[in-house]
């Protein structure tokens, strides 16, 4: 994601060199976290119902986001590394004001693991609840991924 983004900031001429938004929707969303947390050079992170968030819930009892990376047998032990991929676990280093999107019907990126992202982040924040959406958009729309 940084390599992407220096190229983008370098070789795009469209950018003023100034504006840089971080502006993602599902896995999209966990990377512009994770970006945001990363380049401080970022003004402002949009983050719509984000994946990558709170790997490790089901130790605090809830659900993880998608992708539910320890549900995996194969994936059994590595809790702790997977610590280092999770958008909550940035979230605490995003400093620039965040807007992000939470369906409560979202299977996908469970609103547990949203909100894990979202209480960690330090600068200005608002989480818009989206109490009929599912992941995608629309009154309970669970198949958009």
Same mark, same amino acid.
């Given at each position: 994601?940084? @390599? ?22 599902? +896995? ?10 990363? /380049? +401080?050079?970022? +003004?402002? *992170?949009?983050? &719509? *119902? ?5 790997? /490790?819930? @089901?130790?605090?009892? @809830?659900?993880?986001?998608?992708? +539910? ?7 059994? !032990? $590595? !809790?702790? &590394?997977?610590?280092?991929? &999770?958008?909550? /676990? ?8 965040? *807007? *992000? ?5 979202? =299977? ?9 992202? $979202? ?9 818009? /609840?989206?109490? =009929?959406?599912?992941? !995608?958009?629309?009154?309970?729309? =669970? &198949?958009?991924?």
């Amino acid at each position: 994601m940084m @390599r992407v983004m220096d190229y983008a900031m370098k070789e795009i001429p469209e950018w003023d060199g100034k504006r840089l938004a971080a502006v993602g929707r599902s +896995q999209g969303g966990g990377s512009a976290i994770i970006m945001s947390a990363l /380049n +401080q050079k970022i +003004q402002c *992170v949009s983050a &719509d *119902v984000p994946a990558l968030c709170d790997h /490790n819930g @089901r130790a605090a009892g @809830r659900r993880p986001g998608w992708p +539910q990376l320890l549900d995996n047998a194969k994936a059994k !032990g $590595f !809790g702790n &590394d997977a610590q280092y991929f &999770d958008a909550a /676990n940035f979230a605490e280093f995003v400093k620039c004001p965040a *807007v *992000v999107s939470v369906g409560f019907y979202d =299977t996908m990126c469970e609103p547990a693991s949203v909100y894990a992202a $979202f209480n960690n982040l330090k600068g200005e924040k608002k989480i818009i /609840n989206c109490i =009929t959406y599912g992941h !995608g958009w629309g009154k309970y729309n =669970t &198949d958009l991924a």
